[in-house]
């Protein structure tokens, strides 16, 4: 009799743990084709969508930032000044560095129709912390590099820097966030960033 | 001399001249500790950035928009074929100059399918038939054979460019195919014609750039000098090429 309900158990438990082991062990490419394909799919199957930013932004939110690394990013952006902004900096920095950078990436989607991603072979050995992900999108026209930096965290990868077109982001932001902070400060770069999120000229 | 060192010699020979005429208007040179190391020249740069926003939002961007938004699509895209087709020409000349067969090869091959069955390079009939196009310009050339790229410069009406890349466009306007039209006032229309083309394919990006930059000067700066370092960094990982005498060190660290 027990064995019978322990035998029933036993698809539950199946159906849990290798949805509990797939977060941690999945691998970072393909985490990443994953995610991006679905973010992908999702602008192949509502046109519409192209012209929406505020739906746009709700979809690579939901979708996308769960895998990143926001601490890392913002931090690594700011620079040498994280350690000089009080822990309510930090927060008020890493909410608004968020917003710039889903509104970044959803305006990128804006940009192309008809798209197929390839990712390339990944380069790393399996003790490999911290990976590159390289993929190219095509489309009309010349392919278009998008390349990911991802690290190994306890909750499984997550992503730290974008680059696009042979373009790291955080390296250009860091330049965009060293000018603010050495003429308004921290709070002038909070500031900013919560203007432009809102639209407003910063 | 071997021939890349010649290259390379009269290149630096151009840069020290460009360098020079620059020093001269030291008022634009940028000291400080604000100041940037890749770009000595920031306030003469903000200046002419300045203006070509101007002339942009004056006359280029609005007839860019009319462009765009008046012109058929089917005439658009045989514009932008057109357009395309010239460029693809010199990138097979520029992958042969960077010693890369296969894009030289691919690349003549889409100029040569656009122009004769293509109706002069209207139709892009080579993407139908998935001939890959690379984009290969001069100043790429230069980078490839070690030319160090110069200070960042902000051209009147072109916008981004370097010592290097001034060196290339300045080379690549001599050969121009546009050059060939005997009429000056067709030679004109058509390199408008281009510009206006130009600018409307950006339309929507430069409407971005002011979403997500902090400082649109200094982002189009950044953005530009670290694609050129990419596509020069991309032929050195594949093993062709030079590395820049200046290396590009990089500058990210983690806090």
Redesign the interface.
């Known amino acids: 009799m027990q064995r019978r309900h322990l035998l029933k158990l036993l698809p539950l438990c199946a159906a849990a743990t290798p949805w509990m082991a797939w977060a941690n062990d999945e691998a970072p490419d393909a985490l990443v084709k994953r995610v991006s394909t679905d973010v992908l799919n999702t602008f192949k199957a509502d046109p519409s969508l192209a012209n929406d930013m505020g739906r746009i932004m709700g979809i690579v939110d939901s979708k996308l930032m769960p895998h990143v690394n926001f601490n890392r990013m913002t931090a690594s952006a700011v620079g040498r000044h994280w350690r000089q902004a009080t822990p309510e900096q930090q927060a008020q920095l890493q909410e608004g560095f968020k917003a710039l950078l889903v509104r970044t990436y959803s305006g990128a989607l804006t940009e192309v129709k008809n798209l197929t991603v390839v990712f390339k072979p990944l380069r790393a050995q399996a003790t490999d912390t911290e990976v590159v992900v390289r993929s190219e999108v095509r489309g009309r026209g010349e392919p278009i590099q998008l390349d990911y930096r991802l690290e190994k965290t306890p909750q499984g990868w997550k992503i730290y820097d974008l680059n696009v077109l042979g373009v790291w982001l955080v390296e250009t932001y860091r330049g965009q966030f060293a000018q603010e902070i050495t003429a308004k400060g921290i709070d002038g770069l909070i500031t900013t960033l919560r203007n432009r999120s809102a639209g407003r000229p910063g | 001399m071997t021939q890349q060192n010649t290259i390379s010699f009269l290149a630096q020979r151009w840069m020290a001249l460009v360098a020079g005429v620059l020093a001269l208007m030291l008022a634009g040179c940028a000291s400080g500790?604000?100041a940037?190391p890749h770009d000595p020249l920031e306030p003469l740069n903000r200046g002419i950035y300045g203006f070509n926003e101007k002339v942009d939002a004056m006359v280029l961007k609005p007839v860019a928009t009319v462009y765009r938004d008046v012109t058929p699509d089917p005439v658009r895209t045989g514009v932008h074929n057109f357009f395309s087709n010239l460029k693809d020409l010199w990138s097979s000349i520029n992958a042969v100059a960077q010693l890369r067969p296969q894009e030289a090869v691919e690349n003549f091959m889409r100029f040569n399918v656009n122009t004769v069955f293509g109706l002069g390079g209207l139709l892009d009939l080579a993407?139908e038939m998935n001939i890959p196009?690379?984009?290969l310009d001069f100043g790429q050339t230069l980078g490839r054979w070690g030319v160090p790229a110069g200070p960042y410069l902000v051209l009147p009406l072109f916008g981004p460019s370097s010592g290097r890349d001034l060196l290339g466009t300045s080379i690549e306007a001599k050969g121009d195919l546009t050059q060939g039209l005997d009429s000056v006032s067709q030679r004109n229309a058509l390199q408008a014609l281009r510009a206006v083309e130009k600018r409307a394919n950006l339309l929507?990006?430069t409407d971005?750039l002011g979403?997500?930059?902090?400082?649109p000067y200094?982002?189009t700066r950044?953005?530009y000098l670290?694609?050129r370092?990419?596509?020069i960094?991309?032929l050195i990982d594949q093993g062709i090429g030079l590395p820049e005498r200046a290396a590009h060190t990089d500058?990210?660290?983690?806090?």
């Open positions: 500790p604000t940037v993407s196009r690379t984009e929507r990006a971005l979403d997500i930059s902090l400082d200094s982002f950044d953005v670290q694609r370092q990419s596509q960094q991309d500058t990210e660290t983690n806090n």
